[in-house]
């Protein structure tokens, strides 16, 4: 009878085990990480995990120490050969990363892949960044990351609020090919940064996305600021390429020289999103002074940034 209590106890921790090893519990966390989307591998690193990516996405330029990471290619066009070549046991995506099927022959080869939510919004932010250190188990520590990064977001998107009397009548260019240009609408990342600073973009409810828009189109709203991407960051992008469009030329914005270029990796919508938000405002200040950005200017200290003083750590 006590060999049979025995067993049955050994028999009842055996299976407890396996329940708790089926859950995950006491799975080791993962070593080698691949990161497709240009804000993972942000958070990855704000969260020190660095160490364990062994590839990341050609979205994946920020911090520059990520390019020297294997490049697995654009992640709309993924290539299982490549990523498996890496030996991955976890790969952190968006919901952009396609296609489907790459996804599912990764997936019967037993990778963990775990889809990250991306919405272009500071809850969104705070979400995604508490999901990449979840899936890293590293939670507590992306808990006091998005916390931080929500929290300066929020001084400086307030200050601006503030500060600025009248929204700022803004585009954002992506390329332009014989006055048709392409032009950011809602949902996408542009728009949403502009949002966040407190501009006004005509075309956010024209456009959905990213969708292509004539001359006639931009000189209808003729907008007092261009923002597009800087030299190199796209094909037929950049101030110079889009002055020399005739279109372009003819608007308010290009006749003052209120045309700016920006990094890609503002757009990335990650931590590093008040950094983006700050360094955007100082572009606006060094073309377009008015009385709110008089404003602007006095509180600017230096090389600090203009409003918050702030730690460094597809559009």
Same mark, same amino acid.
């Given at each position: ?77 993924? =290539?299982? $050969? ?5 030996? !991955? &046991? @976890? %790969? ?121 828009? =004539?001359? $006639? ?5 003729? !907008? &007092? @600021? %261009? ?89």
């Amino acid at each position: 009878m006590r060999r049979k209590l025995m067993q049955r106890g050994w028999q009842g921790s055996l299976l407890l085990i396996l329940i708790l090893f089926s859950h995950g519990s006491l799975a080791e966390p993962a070593k080698r990480v691949i990161s497709i989307d240009g804000s993972i591998t942000e958070i990855i690193y704000a969260l020190d995990q660095q160490h364990r990516l062994v590839g990341r996405d050609a979205t994946s330029t920020w911090p520059e120490a990520a390019q020297d990471l294997p490049d697995i290619g654009y992640m709309r066009q993924l =290539s299982a $050969e490549g990523i498996l070549s890496l030996r !991955p &046991d @976890l %790969i952190l995506v968006t919901a952009d990363a396609q296609p489907q099927s790459v996804l599912d022959q990764l997936q019967r080869a037993r990778i963990d892949i775990q889809v990250i939510p991306n919405a272009y919004t500071l809850e969104g932010v705070e979400e995604k960044i508490i999901q990449v250190a979840r899936a890293l188990s590293v939670e507590e520590r992306g808990i006091a990351l998005a916390h931080e990064t929500t929290e300066q977001t929020r001084l400086l998107t307030n200050s601006l609020q503030q500060l600025q009397q009248t929204p700022l009548n803004a585009v954002f260019i992506m390329s332009v090919r014989n006055s048709n240009m392409m032009v950011a609408g809602r949902g996408s990342r542009a728009d949403a940064l502009m949002q966040l600073a407190g501009i006004h973009n005509p075309f956010s409810d024209k456009v959905v996305n990213y969708q292509n828009v =004539s001359g $006639e189109a931009l000189m209808e709203v003729n !907008p &007092d @600021l %261009i923002i597009t991407l800087q030299e190199l960051a796209m094909p037929n992008s950049g101030v110079e390429r889009l002055l020399q469009d005739p279109a372009i030329s003819r608007t308010e914005a290009a006749q003052k020289g209120q045309v700016i270029g920006i990094q890609a990796r503002w757009l990335n919508f990650g931590p590093d999103l008040p950094v983006s938000l700050d360094a955007l405002v100082k572009q606006l200040n060094s073309v377009k002074p008015s009385r709110s950005n008089d404003q602007l200017n006095a509180n600017q200290q230096d090389d600090k940034p203009t409003l918050v003083s702030v730690n460094q750590g597809d559009f």
